[in-house]
């Protein structure tokens, strides 16, 4: 008798693990099919070319180097406030007539940029705002291994702070240097445009702060744009070229020596 | 089929079956809906709060120096430029009034002499030299900054 038990419990457990794994197996077959019929709902709901495509012009032949953009960076999306946490800094290079090029960002410019270079040694100096460039072929989106970060339907680099695991591979994987692990959420930070403001119609908080008019901000795609005016009256150019990043921050009258 | 084999077998669709549950179970919510992220995340980045209101707010309630600005150089010069916001944006800003002090080192920012700044429109000034010991705003009035103030 007690044989037979075993066995028929045996036998129970077998038909239902294979049932079990049965209809999983059969769902997941069918799953890729149920996706295609739901695809057509889900491309209106998300027809590329009815959303924007998000972008910046940096105009560096009117940055004074005021610091006022990082300043209201930190305030609009709380960066904490120690000199190395930074979602956009302003950067100020100098010429020397020796050649030499020095580059210095006290405070990430905050506070306003103050030459260290003694006024005769000068050849040109300048000032370069800088930002996460938003790249179309993001290296950081690459490196992520989890997939929180990411391109938006409308072309911003975002970061999932609910996902990410705080790996920091997307920090050494960014060219431009624009992302810092930030020690209060422990995962990975960058400029998101302020998506959390472009979304409700509302202008960065560095372009709105920017006395001089300096950034430029708007849509790619709209023919009107502030940004494609901007494009088009001015020869721009983006940082790094050559790593083919595709990024959609435009710099104008920008010198070689940047980097 | 031997027995052998089937139970091979049987391991083996135990074993994909096991690794499609968790597979399932341990995706988020929406991930993968546009792309390899989790979809709820965009409306996780929006809901973010915002301190900035932009120009068109303040003139709301004061739209006389917002016309007063409008007739001087700081025309281009937004409200929050100066008046960086201390509370989000959705209190209302006589909570915590964003009010600025207009000394020497705060108009600096800009007009302090600097060589990047140069040929910008922008007027540099060697504070050694141009009243030293006073803040700006005790001649200039900022909001039209030609318009000097008597003492």
Same mark, same amino acid.
């Given at each position: 008798?007690?044989?037979?038990?075993?066995?028929?419990?045996?036998?129970?457990?077998?038909?239902?693990?294979?049932?079990?794994?049965?209809?999983?197996?059969?769902?997941?077959?069918?799953?890729?099919?149920?996706?295609?019929?739901?695809?057509?709902?889900?491309?209106?709901?998300?027809?590329?070319?009815?959303?924007?495509?998000?972008?910046?012009?940096?105009?560096?032949?009117?940055?004074?180097?005021?610091?006022?953009?990082?300043?209201?960076?930190?305030?609009?999306?709380?960066?904490?406030?120690?000199?190395?946490?930074?979602?956009?800094?302003?950067?100020?290079?100098?010429?020397?007539?020796?050649?030499?090029?020095?580059?210095?960002?006290?405070?990430?410019?905050?506070?306003?940029?103050?030459?260290?270079?003694?006024?005769?040694?000068?050849?040109?100096?300048?000032?370069?705002?800088?930002?996460?460039?938003?790249?179309?072929?993001?290296?950081?989106?690459?490196?992520?291994?989890?997939?929180?970060?990411?391109?938006?339907?409308?072309?911003?680099?975002?970061?999932?702070?609910?996902?990410?695991?705080?790996?920091?591979?997307?920090?050494?994987?960014?060219?431009?240097?624009?992302?810092?692990?930030?020690?209060?959420?422990?995962?990975?930070?960058?400029?998101?445009?302020?998506?959390?403001?472009?979304?409700?119609?509302?202008?960065?908080?560095?372009?709105?702060?920017?006395?001089?008019?300096?950034?430029?901000?708007?849509?790619?795609?709209?023919?009107?744009?502030?940004?494609?005016?901007?494009?088009?009256?001015?020869?721009?150019?983006?940082?790094?070229?050559?790593?083919?990043?595709?990024?959609?921050?435009?710099?104008?009258?920008?010198?070689?020596?940047?980097? | 089929?031997?027995?052998?084999?089937?139970?091979?077998?049987?391991?083996?669709?135990?074993?994909?079956?096991?690794?499609?549950?968790?597979?399932?179970?341990?995706?988020?919510?929406?991930?993968?809906?546009?792309?390899?992220?989790?979809?709820? &995340?965009? *409306?996780?980045?929006?809901?973010? $709060?915002?301190?900035?209101?932009?120009?068109?707010? !303040?003139?709301? =309630? /004061?739209?006389?120096?917002?016309?007063?600005?409008?007739?001087?150089?700081?025309?281009?010069?937004?409200?929050?430029?100066?008046?960086?916001?201390?509370?989000?944006? &959705?209190? *209302?800003?006589?909570?915590?009034? $964003?009010?600025?002090?207009?000394?020497?080192?705060? !108009?600096?920012? =800009? /007009?302090?002499?600097?060589?990047?700044?140069?040929?910008?429109?922008?007027?540099?000034?060697?504070?050694?030299?141009?009243?030293?010991?006073?803040?700006?705003?005790?001649?200039?009035?900022?909001?039209?900054?030609?318009?000097?103030?008597?003492?």
């Amino acid at each position: 008798m007690g044989t037979e038990r075993k066995i028929n419990n045996r036998r129970k457990f077998f038909q239902t693990s294979a049932a079990l794994v049965g209809g999983t197996l059969l769902y997941s077959l069918i799953k890729p099919f149920e996706a295609l019929s739901q695809s057509k709902e889900e491309a209106t709901k998300i027809a590329k070319e009815d959303l924007p495509l998000w972008g910046m012009g940096v105009d560096l032949e009117r940055c004074v180097g005021c610091g006022k953009c990082a300043e209201a960076c930190k305030i609009e999306n709380n960066v904490p406030k120690e000199p190395f946490y930074f979602r956009t800094w302003v950067e100020q290079y100098t010429v020397k007539k020796d050649g030499e090029v020095k580059i210095e960002s006290p405070n990430g410019g905050i506070g306003g940029l103050k030459q260290s270079v003694p006024d005769e040694d000068i050849f040109k100096s300048f000032m370069v705002p800088k930002l996460c460039n938003h790249c179309t072929k993001a290296p950081c989106v690459q490196a992520c291994p989890v997939g929180a970060t990411f391109i938006s339907p409308d072309g911003v680099v975002l970061v999932d702070d609910t996902y990410c695991i705080g790996c920091s591979y997307c920090i050494q994987a960014c060219p431009y240097g624009a992302r810092f692990m930030n020690p209060v959420t422990k995962v990975a930070d960058k400029c998101t445009f302020c998506y959390h403001r472009i979304t409700k119609g509302l202008l960065p908080a560095c372009v709105e702060a920017c006395p001089t008019d300096a950034r430029i901000f708007g849509d790619l795609r709209n023919k009107e744009s502030d940004l494609v005016k901007f494009l088009q009256e001015n020869p721009t150019q983006v940082l790094k070229p050559h790593l083919n990043t595709h990024s959609r921050v435009f710099y104008n009258g920008l010198s070689s020596e940047v980097k | 089929m031997p027995k052998l084999i089937f139970r091979l077998l049987l391991t083996f669709f135990v074993f994909v079956g096991v690794f499609i549950l968790i597979q399932r179970s341990v995706t988020p919510d929406s991930f993968g809906k546009y792309g390899h992220y989790r979809a709820n &995340s965009l *409306d996780d980045n929006r809901m973010k $709060p915002f301190y900035y209101k932009g120009e068109a707010k !303040c003139t709301e =309630c /004061h739209q006389d120096v917002f016309d007063q600005k409008a007739s001087d150089l700081h025309d281009a010069v937004r409200c929050e430029s100066c008046h960086t916001p201390k509370i989000p944006g &959705s209190i *209302d800003c006589k909570v915590k009034p $964003p009010i600025v002090k207009g000394t020497i080192q705060f !108009c600096a920012q =800009c /007009h302090a002499i600097n060589a990047g700044r140069l040929e910008k429109g922008v007027p540099q000034l060697d504070f050694k030299e141009h009243y030293e010991k006073q803040n700006c705003i005790e001649c200039h009035n900022p909001h039209a900054p030609w318009e000097l103030k008597e003492k």
